[in-house]
Nanobody, 127 residues
């Protein structure tokens, strides 16, 4: 059983930056890709970014490429995954969720919707 806890959300002005953190705990974390999803009111859930178990591969939604950056620090049975968000836009406003995807591989990216989810953190971009 994995646990994921997000932090770092808040209110920021357009053009500003935020750094989201996800604290992950549980066994065999090297075999889990970690992703960030977001969901805004009235919109479909969107996968924002993903990082592989060995942190060697990443991907991003087209809507955030060049503005967001994902990274990962790992230790035994724990990992911290960060989403650095720059040049934020009002359309980035959403609840952001950290997700863990069992891949059975250290270098595979996220698959499907995730096996474990955090509770979410609100990001609001507004002047």
């Amino acid at each position: 059983q994995l646990q994921l806890v997000e932090s770092g959300g808040g209110l920021v002005q357009p053009g500003g930056s935020l750094r989201l953190s996800c604290a992950v705990s549980g066994p065999s974390l090297d075999y889990y890709a970690i992703g960030w999803f977001r969901q805004a009111p009235g919109k479909e859930r969107e996968r924002v970014s993903c990082i592989s178990g060995n942190a060697g591969r990443t991907n991003y939604a087209d809507s955030v490429k060049g503005r967001f950056s994902i990274s990962r620090d790992s230790a035994k049975n724990t990992a911290s995954v960060y989403l650095q968000m720059n040049s934020l836009k009002p359309e980035d406003t959403a609840v952001y969720y950290c997700t863990a995807h069992f891949t059975g591989s250290r270098d595979q990216l996220c698959i499907q919707q995730g096996d474990y989810w955090g509770q979410g953190t609100q990001v609001t971009v507004s002047s």
